[in-house]
């Protein structure tokens, strides 16, 4: 690869960007979610009255910042928001600021939301979370250490960039090859039928208004897509380590066309945007929108053009024939070819057998294939550090500062082998016992993990959804009922589907998951009930609407339906068309009041009660006087509105430092 210092800083803008939305995302729900009245109280977790004076305490257990939160006389919900808060300053600095984009910065951000991270619970337990973790980990040994040092200023671009950079597209290469395998190693029919995004667009947590639409191509084009989806996943990362840059090209742009209709499609919040971001890796500082037009640019074409006759045949044949091979594998894969009426038949023409066959084989030779890479970009940076270094201390400097890097990279590399090889049970029996044993070590800290999206595709036979109803009387009264509404998920049916990425509405999509199973393994969602039943103000915040504002219901109840879009059908001649229709299934949990002493009960053997309040702190320092009156100002606004609001000041602060500094 080329010179990477503006990929570098672009990714680290993204990065910057994404954290940024993370954490405004998760302040606004924190005290609905995690605080004492909330629906998983985050002191459950943590020990409050204990302190911790050691670096030894703080790292037992789950290593978090909130340990340290009674030493400065914050309770767990004020540590929380003061970390939250210190995300977004740090992060929105990082955003609008070059400079701030370093090593300091990138590893206060992670150690913030890691720690924020350990007490999240099952609202903060999602697969985007965990490679924010991982990702953010990567991000502070790719950010620069930004100290000056022997005359050198601010941009450096460091012999070891190439190094840091490899361990992204590394950590790219095993997200989307797992996510491919997994779809085909669960058994799920849908994926094995080419059906899955019949039922997908309908069926996923939260969809847009244009999934809808999606929803309604012919079912050979929506075949054809998860054909396209397999082969982006599962072959396509394997040209993320080609050495020609075209193909390179090619494949950054496969994932990017991948991710932008998912972004179209589905609210997957910051997700999309931190999987590009990972893309950038797989550029240099020569692609169009990193290069500037320089003076002796004329020249340089002129030297490149004698070189063209030499080599420009080369590089045009090799990705002919390597896209030519892999188009025709395809083709004999998927069995595609076109019908009369210009549609195109696909259908799997391989076994599970075989496939798994294929896996084991193939398994060994993706590690083969980081390992030989990751030994080349080593070398290519040791002679950089040696070529375009002046002067023997400066070389020793650029030469160790590799050596470590290169160290670090083997580290990750070797103990990201175990949970890459999760996928295949015989490369993972094969891997050395150290590295299980590394990886151990430093699992609870999250750098690195396994992945598998949209591994069993669910609501085949209709999307299941929750109705949360209260009543202000009478349990067993058939009229009266009246409906929660929530802010993003389906409920009403006239209802427009939302656009809220890159803002995470936790609670909608716990929903989604609870509906999947039942309440009894979703104790959370009988503390939602009886926080309903309170009338509980934080908690009420994460609801769009309350039915009952004046005093609260005497019984909830929730009923399972199921729901489908409406179809092209349903809307001919109809002047205003519904998006959803839906049918009752069953009863999701029978109505239920405060004074049911069982349901009470309940609560308190799953914690989420306490008989004695706990003991609180005072909370009269500075420090949490100032994180409170931030919480009185901001509260929980919407979402998607917050953090658009906060996008548009860093842009309007960026716009300003141009204009004034240009």
Request: with cysteine.
């Amino acid at each position: 690869m080329g010179e990477i210092t503006r990929t570098k800083d672009c990714f680290l803008w993204f990065m910057s960007l994404i954290y940024l939305f993370a954490f405004s995302s998760l302040y606004i729900q924190i005290p609905g979610l995690y605080g004492d009245n909330g629906l998983l109280p985050a002191r459950l977790v943590m020990k409050e009255d204990e302190k911790s004076n050691s670096w030894q305490q703080l790292m037992e257990g789950s290593p978090t910042l909130l340990k340290l939160m009674p030493n400065i006389g914050l309770d767990t919900q004020t540590g929380m928001d003061l970390l939250c808060l210190a995300g977004m300053l740090v992060s929105f600095f990082c955003v609008v600021s070059q400079t701030a984009r370093d090593f300091i910065s990138f590893t206060l951000l992670w150690m913030f939301y890691l720690s924020l991270y350990q007490v999240g619970q099952t609202f903060l337990w999602f697969q985007w979370d965990i490679l924010l973790l991982e990702a953010g980990f990567l991000t502070l040994l790719v950010a620069p250490f930004n100290l000056q040092l022997l005359g050198r200023r601010w941009p450096v671009g460091y012999p070891h960039d190439g190094i840091t950079l490899w361990l992204v597209r590394w950590l790219l290469f095993r997200l989307m090859f797992a996510s491919g395998v997994v779809k085909l190693t669960s058994q799920c029919p849908t994926w094995w039928g080419l059906t899955a995004l019949t039922v997908h667009f309908e069926s996923q947590c939260i969809p847009t208004p244009a999934a809808w639409y999606w929803h309604q191509l012919p079912e050979w084009f929506l075949k054809l897509s998860c054909v396209a989806t397999y082969i982006i996943e599962i072959p396509i990362p394997f040209l993320f380590f080609s050495p020609v840059k075209s193909l390179r090209l090619f494949a950054f742009w496969s994932q990017v066309l991948l991710q932008i209709s998912i972004i179209l499609t589905g609210n997957y919040n910051f997700f999309n945007l931190l999987t590009i971001t990972l893309c950038l890796a797989l550029l240099d500082d020569s692609c169009s929108f990193f290069s500037h037009t320089h003076k002796g640019s004329s020249k340089k074409k002129k030297k490149s053009l004698a070189w063209a006759g030499v080599s420009g045949l080369a590089t045009l044949i090799f990705p002919l024939v390597v896209l030519g091979y892999m188009g025709y594998k395809s083709k004999e894969y998927f069995s595609l070819k076109f019908n009369p009426d210009w549609t195109v038949h696909s259908k799997i023409a391989f076994s599970e057998s075989s496939f798994m066959e294929w896996l084991e084989k193939v398994m060994p030779y993706t590690i083969y294939l980081g390992a030989g890479s990751l030994g080349i970009e080593v070398l290519l940076s040791l002679i950089r550090s040696v070529m375009t270094e002046r002067g023997i201390i400066r070389k020793s400097l650029s030469t160790a500062g590799t050596v470590f890097f290169a160290l670090m990279a083997t580290f990750m590399f070797i103990i990201s082998l175990v949970p890459h090889s999760y996928v295949d049970t015989s490369a993972y029996r094969s891997l050395p016992k150290y590295a299980k044993s590394w990886h151990s070590k430093v699992d609870p800290f999250q750098i690195t993990s396994s992945y598998g999206l949209f591994r069993v595709m669910t609501g085949v036979g209709g999307r299941p959804e929750i109705v949360v109803e209260g009543h202000a009387s009478e349990r067993s009264a058939v009229d009266g009922w009246k409906p929660y509404d929530f802010f993003y998920k389906p409920g009403n049916v006239s209802w427009a589907p939302p656009i809220v990425a890159p803002h995470q509405p936790r609670l909608d999509w716990q929903m989604w998951f609870a509906a999947l199973g039942n309440y009894q393994n979703n104790p959370w969602f009988l503390n939602l009930v009886y926080r309903l039943l309170q009338n509980q103000p934080d908690v009420l915040d994460l609801i769009s609407s309350n039915p009952f504002p004046d005093r609260p219901p005497k019984y909830i109840r929730a009923t399972l339906y199921h729901y489908h879009y409406t179809s092209l059908k349903d809307c001919s001649g109809v002047e205003k068309c519904s998006w959803w229709k839906r049918e009752i299934k069953a009863e999701y949990l029978p109505a239920l009041s405060i004074t049911d002493q069982s349901f009470v009960d309940y609560l308190k053997h799953a914690q989420l009660l306490q008989e004695k309040k706990p003991k609180k702190l005072k909370l009269d320092n500075i420090v949490a006087r100032i994180v409170k009156w931030f919480r009185e100002k901001i509260g929980q606004p919407e979402g998607f509105s917050f953090i658009v609001s906060i996008l548009a000041s860093a842009i309007l602060v960026i716009m300003l430092n141009r204009a004034l500094f240009r």
